[in-house]
């Protein structure tokens, strides 16, 4: 039973997505929550409740219980992730372009290159929630993606 068994993204203010931007991470959220392993160290069993939010610079996790008991907290300081963000937007951007434009084998290489940033960005994510928060692989790579849409301007 260790897992998100409800996701919430805090939105900061008033501000309204366009409808690429929600889709995204409606399918992020739902991603997440169809498979995802998390235990809160230190605490009781999940399922949890979680709402992440961007505050101060960080991405801050906070964590209820089942019943939606307040358990704990987690601040994370994104300026170690910020560069594998910037880089794995750039690269994105460079894949949408290239599949316009490019060649099958253009567009293959590039697309690696947005895998292992983002496998770099997923194994960052999990080392530094560590000796906090024990996530698998999988979930490392959907809180990524979570946190990169997170990112995205409205």
Do not use: W
């Not at 068994?5 to 939105?11: D, E, G, K």
């Not at 309204?16 to 399918?27: D, H, L, Q, S, T």
């Not at 880089?87 to 895998?115: N, P, W």
């Amino acid at each position: 039973m260790d897992k998100i068994a409800r996701l919430t993204v805090a939105q900061p203010g008033i501000v309204r997505y366009n409808p690429e931007i929600e889709k995204e991470r409606a399918v992020a959220i739902y991603d997440l929550l169809q498979d995802n392993s998390f235990r809160y160290l230190g605490h009781g069993p999940g399922p949890y409740a979680v709402t992440l939010a961007l505050k101060d610079q960080s991405l801050v996790l906070d964590i209820a219980d089942a019943t939606d008991a307040p358990i704990g907290q987690v601040s994370l300081p994104l300026g170690s992730l910020r560069k594998t963000i910037k880089d794995y937007f750039t690269v994105c951007d460079s894949y949408f372009e290239a599949i316009r434009t490019s060649t099958l084998q253009r567009i293959e290489a590039i697309d690696m290159g947005r895998r292992g940033l983002h496998n770099e960005g997923s194994e960052l994510l999990r080392s530094r929630l560590a000796g906090q928060v024990e996530i698998d692989d999988l979930t490392a790579r959907r809180l990524f993606t979570l946190l990169c849409v997170m990112h995205l301007k409205a």
